[in-house]
């Protein structure tokens, strides 16, 4: 069975601009989570999505958005791009919600950079 | 709310010897404990888990007790190897409607042949 997939793997992008990371999850897992991965503030939680909608959502600006379709692939939107951004994007997915006892797999991650 | 905190790193062992990784939680609920394992270029991998109070979850050699009465849940591997060479991230969730996953600022594991 395919792991979690994330594209692309690499992103540079400059201050202002937007960008969309694309998280593919195991297949037959209905539950996505990002996070983000700094040096600084380390792993921290963005949003969480089960069936096509928001279940969760941490402490980010509203410059940082998600979608899910119906096949579980999911979408995470960052909008008018700050050198803050700059980060390892990572994506996990699991069976059920986070709420129920159950695993989440990551994927390998996108590594944004913004100047 | 919810945190974690690890011990200060980076570690740096040579082979064979014996692993201690510290972890202390505090939590709102009754969390489930977890250590993942970032290897190079690649995503989190879940180590060990542990559930309810005195539980031991283990894996490839390391062990993890949850302690409720010291909140700890402290990383041990008897005999490193340099495979082990990764960073370990200890976490917590506590299950409800805003359950998310909540780390610790992970540890880098050195280990010399």
């Known amino acids: 069975k395919a792991g979690v997939t994330q594209t692309p793997r690499y992103l540079i992008k400059t201050r202002g601009q937007q960008v969309t990371l694309s998280c593919s999850p195991i297949s037959g897992h209905r539950s996505v989570s990002w996070y983000q991965q700094t040096p600084g503030q380390g792993l921290q939680f963005l949003f969480e999505?089960?069936?096509?909608?928001?279940?969760n959502k941490g402490n980010f600006p509203g410059r940082f958005s998600g979608r899910q379709f119906s096949n579980s692939r999911s979408e995470m939107n960052v909008s008018t791009l700050e050198l803050g951004d700059s980060a390892l994007y990572l994506c996990?997915?699991?069976?059920?919600?986070?709420?129920?006892?159950?695993?989440?797999?990551f994927g390998p991650g996108t590594r944004l950079t913004v100047l | 709310g919810d945190s974690v905190t690890q011990m200060e790193g980076p570690v740096t062992l040579s082979e064979e010897a014996f692993l201690t990784i510290n972890c202390t939680y505090t939590a709102t609920g009754y969390p489930s404990l977890f250590w993942y394992v970032q290897y190079p270029g690649e995503g989190l991998q879940l180590l060990l888990k542990?559930?309810?109070?005195?539980d031991k979850g283990s894996n490839k050699g390391f062990e993890a007790t949850y302690r409720k009465e010291t909140t700890s849940f402290h990383l041990e591997k008897g005999s490193v190897q340099v495979s082990d060479s990764a960073v370990y991230f200890c976490?917590?969730?506590?299950?409800?409607?805003?359950?998310?996953?909540?780390f610790g600022k992970g540890i880098t594991l050195s280990v010399r042949p």
């Open positions: 976490a917590l969730k506590v299950s409800g409607a805003n359950s998310k996953l909540t």
């Open positions: 999505y089960f069936s096509e909608t928001q279940r």
């Open positions: 542990a559930t309810k109070a005195d």
């Open positions: 996990a997915s699991s069976l059920a919600p986070l709420e129920a006892y159950n695993e989440q797999f």
